[in-house]
């Protein structure tokens, strides 16, 4: 393995400590497998130095190869910042358009190692807009080095990532006042910072904070202490990286979550995954925690041969005594140390995307390697991160961080983000776009999850469908206003009530005069009022009626929502598809000309967006077809 370069060109300090070298390669491998792991992330605002203290690191360690080195001082020259000098950051900021820009963009992960510990640095970018990246580096960080320019002080962004790092669990911060060379390596600067961040760091729950002065790009602090600050007495950035306690979680319950059901032949069936906690011991009685099955495990399998017991972090497969129900998604457990499920609970919500996160609205929920759909049944408030102040709101909007109430299709084995981690931190995904929109981390159980319960009823829906002589189903009318959707489901009910079929219309007009007469029309308001409809049809279908709705519902998300809860079976989507231009012409009710005057603001079609179904059921287009045709069009399709 080549030793690093030294750069002689680099006009700035660098440490003279000599490095450790192992004698062999065998030598090194296990002085390296012997030392222990310290994973740190670098956050605060845009333009603190995060990367040119990274690459500083890299460099004082000998992480700095000949190919690297050829590779940065060409860059330097077209991208850096430093004049002719080597720019530190550009080891770390490896897009394309982060050296084009002189940004981090992205999560950039390095490892490098020390005599004394191993380290993995995650650097995150400042820009308020890519939060998301952030919380993703500092979702795995056991430190936070935390920058702020000795120019700027305490600015949102480091309020903001301060509350992050604390919302993620992270207790120990390095608050690394960096730039101190640009004012003059002042200690009333300096300590003016530090009192600041104390005061911010009051109610954030962090067991340690400390502050270092630094400049990464003159090396003063880094590894060696600075003749600039003989006022400063504390350690170094690299020795104070070097000597912090890892605390790492004390979850003793274990906590297998299923990856993958490992059958390679007939003869052999294990489940595959990582201990997310815990220790599992070959004999130990297990538990599903799902469908609370016991079994025995017999063996803890390996590519390097089986084990006799297992610890957290190991990639093992599990084989047990006899077969059970469980396959990906669920989650193994000690039987005699169960754990919970809950189908609600509160989390802090930090939101990801800019299409707004609204109440009601359906997602699909990742919790460990489970899987279910998801709604906001209530937001409780905003985190305002200047203050901390708690603020009201009716929906997400990009970087918001939000307590919020959220109910699931089923129930998932969970427990408080401070208790695990990896039953506690979750994902919501966009079922759309698949992107994911939010991270949460899990608050508590809500008590309603137990103590509402289903009713078993003596008369089921099949009783009263054969009572009514046909099946109950749900006829979904979408399109803009005007198109027509109330005129064909009256004709189609009339239709079906002269055959003898029990009907019932749900108009938009008519529920909004009633049930949701509390809503407007909003994005907010029109997720939640089909949300209501959804349900409502549901309970009607459950009664063994044909619903028919007629509702603009402009949402697919909200859409495909209603079929999910109603099931794909018992649910016809048919979208009304009549050109905007036809249904401004018609104009039944004077809205479109209220829109094109200002006096409605949220009128479909105008100044607020229709998404038409990609696959409904059926389509009717206007005028293709007379109001006969139509009908029995649909009727058909109610047989099908």
């Known amino acids: 393995m080549p030793r690093p370069k030294k750069i002689p060109a680099v006009p700035l300090q660098r440490s003279t400590a000599p490095m450790a070298k192992a004698a062999t390669i065998h030598d090194w491998m296990t002085q390296q497998a012997q030392q222990d792991l310290l994973r740190f992330i670098t956050c605060g605002s845009v333009d603190d130095g995060k990367s040119t203290l990274i690459g500083r690191l890299l460099w004082e360690s000998q992480q700095v190869f000949d190919d690297q080195l050829t590779s940065l001082q060409s860059d330097s020259k077209r991208h850096g910042t430093q004049g002719q000098d080597i720019d530190f950051a550009l080891l770390v900021d490896g897009l394309a358009a982060e050296r084009e820009q002189g940004i981090t963009i992205d999560?950039?992960?390095?490892?490098?190692?020390?005599?004394?510990?191993?380290?993995?640095?995650?650097?995150?970018?400042?820009?308020?807009?890519?939060?998301?990246?952030?919380?993703?580096?500092?979702?795995?960080?056991?430190?936070?080095?935390?920058?702020?320019?000795?120019?700027?002080?305490?600015?949102?962004?480091?309020?903001?990532?301060?509350?992050?790092?604390?919302?993620?669990?992270?207790?120990?911060?390095?608050?690394?006042?960096?730039?101190?060379?640009?004012?003059?390596?002042?200690?009333?600067?300096?300590?003016?910072?530090?009192?600041?961040?104390?005061?911010?760091?009051?109610?954030?729950?962090?067991?340690?904070?400390?502050?270092?002065?630094?400049?990464?790009?003159?090396?003063?602090?880094?590894?060696?202490?600075?003749?600039?600050?003989?006022?400063?007495?504390?350690?170094?950035?690299?020795?104070?990286?070097?000597?912090?306690?890892?605390?790492?979680?004390?979850?003793?319950?274990?906590?297998?979550?299923?990856?993958?059901?490992?059958?390679?032949?007939?003869?052999?069936?294990?489940?595959?995954?990582?201990?997310?906690?815990?220790?599992?011991?070959?004999?130990?009685?297990?538990?599903?925690?799902?469908?609370?099955?016991?079994?025995?495990?017999?063996?803890?399998?390996?590519?390097?041969?089986?084990?006799?017991?297992?610890?957290?972090?190991?990639?093992?497969?599990?084989?047990?005594?006899?077969?059970?129900?469980?396959?990906?998604?669920?989650?193994?457990?000690?039987?005699?140390?169960?754990?919970?499920?809950?189908?609600?609970?509160?989390?802090?919500?930090?939101?990801?995307?800019?299409?707004?996160?609204?109440?009601?609205?359906?997602?699909?929920?990742?919790?460990?390697?489970?899987?279910?759909?998801?709604?906001?049944?209530?937001?409780?408030?905003?985190?305002?991160?200047?203050?901390?102040?708690?603020?009201?709101?009716?929906?997400?909007?990009?970087?918001?961080?939000?307590?919020?109430?959220?109910?699931?299709?089923?129930?998932?084995?969970?427990?408080?983000?401070?208790?695990?981690?990896?039953?506690?931190?979750?994902?919501?995904?966009?079922?759309?776009?698949?992107?994911?929109?939010?991270?949460?981390?899990?608050?508590?159980?809500?008590?309603?999850?137990?103590?509402?319960?289903?009713?078993?009823?003596?008369?089921?829906?099949?009783d009263r469908e054969r009572l009514n002589g046909h099946q109950g189903k749900v006829i979904w009318f979408t399109g803009l206003s005007g198109s027509g959707k109330s005129t064909l489901a009256n004709a189609l009910e009339k239709e079906l009530h002269a055959q003898g079929k029990r009907t019932y219309i749900l108009d938009g007009d008519n529920i909004r005069q009633g049930l949701n007469k509390d809503l407007g029309f909003t994005d907010a308001d029109r997720v939640e009022n089909i949300r209501r409809v959804a349900e409502v049809a549901k309970l009607m279908m459950d009664a063994g009626l044909i619903v028919m709705t007629a509702f603009i519902s402009p949402f697919r998300a909200e859409r495909e929502m209603a079929r999910e809860l109603i099931g794909n079976d018992n649910f016809i989507e048919v979208f009304v598809d009549t050109p905007l231009e036809v249904c401004e012409q018609r104009d039944p009710k004077g809205l479109y000309k209220k829109a094109r005057s200002g006096q409605l603001p949220n009128m479909t079609g105008i100044n607020s967006r229709y998404e038409p179904p990609q696959t409904p059921n059926c389509t009717l287009s206007n005028g293709s077809q007379s109001l006969d045709e139509v009908i029995s069009k649909l009727t058909k399709l109610l047989h099908s």
């Open 107 to 462: 999560v950039a992960y390095r490892f490098f190692a020390t005599p004394r510990r191993k380290f993995i640095v995650a650097d995150t970018p400042g820009h308020e807009q890519y939060t998301r990246n952030m919380v993703t580096g500092a979702s795995t960080a056991d430190v936070a080095v935390l920058l702020i320019d000795a120019r700027q002080g305490v600015l949102t962004q480091t309020r903001r990532h301060a509350y992050l790092v604390s919302l993620v669990g992270i207790q120990q911060v390095i608050l690394a006042v960096n730039k101190m060379d640009l004012v003059g390596y002042k200690q009333d600067v300096f300590d003016a910072i530090v009192a600041d961040f104390r005061i911010l760091a009051m109610s954030l729950g962090f067991n340690s904070i400390t502050p270092i002065p630094l400049s990464a790009l003159k090396g003063d602090n880094i590894t060696e202490r600075s003749r600039h600050t003989p006022w400063y007495q504390g350690p170094t950035l690299m020795g104070g990286l070097e000597t912090l306690h890892i605390n790492k979680q004390g979850q003793s319950k274990g906590v297998f979550p299923v990856q993958w059901v490992n059958r390679p032949n007939a003869s052999f069936r294990g489940f595959s995954g990582t201990l997310a906690a815990g220790q599992l011991t070959v004999g130990d009685p297990l538990r599903i925690t799902a469908s609370g099955q016991t079994a025995t495990l017999s063996r803890i399998v390996t590519a390097d041969g089986d084990l006799n017991a297992a610890q957290a972090g190991d990639a093992v497969t599990l084989v047990l005594d006899r077969e059970v129900d469980a396959s990906r998604g669920d989650v193994i457990a000690l039987a005699e140390q169960p754990l919970e499920m809950t189908d609600q609970f509160e989390a802090t919500l930090v939101w990801l995307q800019d299409e707004p996160g609204h109440i009601g609205r359906a997602y699909e929920l990742k919790l460990a390697n489970q899987w279910a759909s998801a709604s906001l049944t209530s937001l409780k408030y905003r985190v305002d991160v200047n203050t901390q102040a708690h603020e009201s709101s009716k929906r997400l909007a990009l970087n918001d961080i939000a307590v919020a109430n959220l109910a699931l299709s089923k129930p998932l084995v969970f427990a408080p983000y401070e208790a695990s981690h990896t039953l506690g931190g979750f994902i919501l995904v966009d079922k759309f776009t698949h992107a994911t929109v939010a991270a949460g981390m899990i608050r508590h159980n809500l008590r309603r999850a137990q103590n509402v319960h289903r009713q078993a009823l003596s008369i089921n829906r099949e």
